[in-house]
């Protein structure tokens, strides 16, 4: 008998509304195991909340208080995923996702709410990879090219406003135009250095030019970004997202585990570095349309940081990648407090919600829990009440059913993850990152030829051409000026026919050594002010012997 047979079996002892709900949750192919209905502060273990394994490509929202159980929503989530053959990425904010990787801890708790929700409870951890922005904290260094980061992404982390942001993008199609590739940061600042220098000023006028203090903008953003230690997060190799679609050899999906512990007081950094996970994916990825399992499932969170004084071109990025992504079998999931730090038009894309309790002791925090309310489903319950009543792993669930249909309101407990519901020990996490077979591919940073050694070659090529003609005409200067001496000395001397033909040869003499190649050649080579020496020796010197 399939856990749905039994469920509906068992169905017929609930109470009316209770039975209901649980008719909602009813699955006839592979689902996910949330948890028990809750019921007149009645957990009903044979009412079981699923959602379906087809409906995560729809997406979802993850929300609730700070310390209503989140974190350990995301783990029972990513765990079932994973042993449906389903890979997932996990950015892990306070460092505490890690331990999804070693087996749980038994104890009271965990029975006691493992018998609560009709869970067969076991100890199990899961395969991991364990990733770092830039390689700053355990994990296997996560790289991205300033180029394939884009100005869209680029603007939100550096701050910029609309104005800013469209200079970027000039700077971004010059220098794809011209074939100076953006690996790095200081690719973009030598880049937007020669559009405001002399050499450089004209490149732009045709589209628009780049004014000097917008350059200065950026230049000063970037600037205070590296000293941030951002520069380590842009370079080479470059992270190639396919790694986050495969599965560990026993067939379950790979947890991909994006450690920010050590950036998370960059928020702005890793919410956009996120966003170009996605991106990334999205480029990359065929058109599949709908799957039986999604092909990776991706939470985002501390979701709102992605969205503060975002750009209204930034929002339209992300809200057309979360629309059309679905299609090509990837689930997002954002994680966050409330359903406000979400913009309406993602909200709407998102079918499957589990929120936690929030709480309502300010004005605004009564105004969020009412417009909360309003995102639900008709239900039998009081939704205002119940929000501010829930317990710690206990949730608000909708979902959407086999057919699409959104599932009836359902307040669950939900069940236990089976992993260790804390930091995977220091020790073990850096032995499996290098021993991961990703750890000789991108441990080491790579700075090859690039915007800036080729902007800096060509302006040392241009200096020292510079410096070769202004040498080469001091050189011409202090000749003519030797020649016209000697031609004055041969006059003064000859007084006649014989002294003017000694001054014509000793006039021809020099003009055949200055016009050697082997004179001319020397000349350049020690420069100006050696060259004035030489030719001072050469006239002077040979005057006085005689």
């Known amino acids: 008998m399939s856990d749905s047979e039994s469920t509906a079996e068992n169905a017929g002892a609930l109470p009316e509304p209770a039975r209901?709900?649980?008719?909602?949750?009813?699955?006839?192919?592979?689902?996910?195991?949330?948890?028990a209905l809750l019921w007149d502060g009645t957990c009903l273990p044979d009412a079981q909340i699923r959602i379906p394994l087809a409906?995560?490509?729809?997406?979802?929202?993850?929300?609730?208080?700070?310390?209503?159980?989140?974190?350990?929503?995301?783990?029972?989530i990513a765990e079932q995923l994973s042993a449906g053959g389903v890979p997932v990425f996990l950015a892990d904010i306070k460092g505490d996702v890690s331990g999804?990787?070693?087996?749980g801890t038994p104890g009271d708790r965990v029975t006691e709410r493992a018998v609560q929700v009709g869970q067969e409870w076991q100890a199990e951890g899961f395969p991991c990879e364990f990733y770092a922005l830039g390689g700053i904290g355990p994990g296997i260094p996560l790289r991205a090219t300033v180029t394939s980061f884009g100005p869209v992404l680029l603007s939100?982390?550096?701050?910029?406003?609309?104005?800013?942001?469209?200079?970027?993008?000039?700077i971004f199609h010059y220098a794809d135009s011209k074939g100076l590739e953006l690996v790095d940061l200081k690719d973009l600042r030598a880049v937007v250095a020669f559009?405001?220098?002399?050499?450089?000023?004209?490149?732009?006028?045709?589209?628009?030019?780049?004014?000097?203090?917008?350059?200065?903008?950026?230049?000063?953003?970037?600037?205070?970004?590296?000293q941030q230690g951002a520069g380590d997060f842009f370079g080479e190799p470059e992270f190639d997202t396919a790694e986050l679609l495969r599965q560990a050899p026993d067939g379950r999906g790979l947890v991909s585990v994006l450690e920010l512990a050590a950036v998370q007081d960059k928020p702005q950094l890793f919410s956009t570095f996120l966003m170009w996970l996605l991106a990334d994916l999205f480029h990359d990825l065929p058109e599949v349309g709908d799957l039986d399992r999604p092909k990776l499932v991706?939470?985002?969170?501390?979701?709102?940081?992605?969205?503060?004084?975002?750009?209204?071109?930034?929002?339209?990025?992300?809200?057309?990648?979360?629309?059309?992504?679905?299609?090509?079998?990837?689930?997002?999931?954002?994680?966050?407090?409330?359903?406000?730090?979400?913009?309406?038009?993602?909200?709407?894309?998102?079918?499957?919600?589990?929120?936690h309790a929030l709480r309502a002791f300010t004005p605004d925090d009564a105004?969020?829990?009412?417009?909360?309310?309003?995102?639900?489903?008709?239900?039998?319950?009081?939704?205002?009440?119940?929000?501010?009543?829930?317990?710690?792993?206990?949730?608000?669930?909708?979902?959407?059913?086999?057919?699409?249909?959104?599932?009836?309101?359902?307040?669950?407990?939900?069940?236990?993850?089976?992993?260790?519901?804390?930091?995977y020990p220091a020790a073990e996490?850096?032995?499996?990152?290098?021993?991961?077979?990703?750890?000789?591919?991108?441990?080491?940073?790579?700075?090859?030829?690039?915007?800036?050694?080729?902007?800096?070659?060509?302006?040392?090529?241009?200096?020292?051409?510079?410096?070769?003609?202004?040498?080469?005409?001091?050189?011409?200067?202090?000749?003519?000026?030797?020649?016209?001496?000697?031609?004055?000395?041969?006059?003064?001397?000859?007084?006649?026919?014989?002294?003017?033909?000694?001054?014509e040869e000793d006039a021809s003499l020099v003009e055949q050594v200055v016009g050697s190649g082997m004179f001319r050649s020397l000349a350049r080579s020690v420069g100006t002010q050696l060259g004035r020496e030489i030719s001072r020796s050469l006239f002077g010197t040979a005057r006085r012997r005689r």
């Open 367 to 423: 105004k969020a829990l009412r417009s909360t309310v309003k995102t639900f489903p008709n239900s039998p319950y009081d939704l205002e009440e119940l929000l501010t009543r829930l317990g710690i792993g206990e949730a608000v669930i909708t979902v959407l059913s086999e057919n699409g249909a959104p599932t009836p309101v359902a307040a669950t407990r939900l069940r236990a993850p089976r992993s260790l519901m804390g930091p």
């Open 429 to 503: 996490l850096d032995a499996a990152v290098k021993g991961s077979s990703l750890y000789g591919s991108y441990a080491q940073a790579v700075d090859r030829e690039s915007a800036y050694e080729k902007l800096s070659a060509g302006q040392e090529a241009e200096r020292r051409a510079t410096e070769a003609e202004a040498a080469e005409a001091a050189d011409r200067a202090a000749v003519e000026e030797a020649v016209r001496g000697e031609r004055g000395r041969g006059r003064g001397r000859g007084g006649g026919g014989g002294g003017g033909k000694a001054a």
């Open 298 to 355: 991706f939470f985002f969170d501390e979701a709102h940081l992605l969205f503060d004084g975002a750009s209204k071109a930034f929002l339209e990025s992300i809200t057309r990648t979360v629309r059309l992504i679905r299609s090509k079998g990837v689930g997002i999931f954002f994680v966050t407090q409330t359903p406000r730090d979400v913009p309406a038009e993602v909200l709407a894309q998102l079918g499957n919600r589990v929120q």
């Open 55 to 76: 409906m995560l490509n729809r997406h979802g929202l993850v929300a609730g208080a700070t310390g209503t159980g989140k974190t350990k929503t995301l783990q029972l």
């Open 100 to 103: 999804i990787a070693a087996p």
């Open 20 to 35: 209901e709900i649980a008719a909602g949750y009813a699955v006839s192919g592979a689902a996910l195991d949330l948890g």
């Open 156 to 170: 939100k982390v550096l701050e910029l406003n609309q104005t800013q942001e469209q200079s970027l993008g000039l």
């Open 195 to 226: 559009l405001v220098s002399d050499t450089g000023k004209a490149e732009l006028k045709g589209i628009g030019g780049l004014s000097t203090a917008t350059a200065g903008v950026i230049l000063r953003s970037i600037t205070a970004f590296e």
